[in-house]
């Protein structure tokens, strides 16, 4: 259905995916998850739901998350697939 190819499980993998990356990238920055949730302005339970991969993570969030850990979004998602 839609044409688009993407299971339910394949795109489950991809936000695990790219919520495990932003948790090293903010890791690796020194930020708490608290911390980082703050400076983004994103509620910490919400921060804790984008790094473990149970929501759809809008753009906007995205965008938020990236230019705060200085990458762009297509170097978060670079590789997954």
Same mark, same amino acid.
């Given at each position: 259905?839609?044409?688009?190819?993407?299971?339910?499980?394949?795109?489950?993998?991809?936000?695990?995916?790219?919520?495990? =990356?932003?948790?090293?990238?903010?890791?690796?920055? $020194?930020?708490?998850?608290?911390? #980082? &949730?703050?400076?983004?302005? /994103?509620? =910490?339970?919400?921060?804790?739901?984008?790094?473990? $991969?149970?929501?759809?993570?809008? #753009? &906007?969030?995205?965008?938020? /998350?990236?230019?705060?850990?200085?990458?762009?979004?297509?170097?978060?998602?670079?590789?997954?697939?």
């Amino acid at each position: 259905m839609g044409g688009h190819g993407m299971t339910i499980g394949h795109m489950e993998k991809q936000l695990i995916a790219i919520g495990a =990356r932003i948790r090293d990238l903010r890791s690796k920055k $020194g930020y708490s998850q608290e911390a #980082f &949730a703050d400076s983004c302005g /994103i509620n =910490r339970s919400h921060m804790g739901e984008v790094e473990r $991969g149970e929501c759809n993570v809008t #753009f &906007a969030t995205l965008l938020t /998350i990236t230019t705060k850990l200085e990458i762009s979004i297509s170097a978060l998602l670079d590789g997954i697939a």
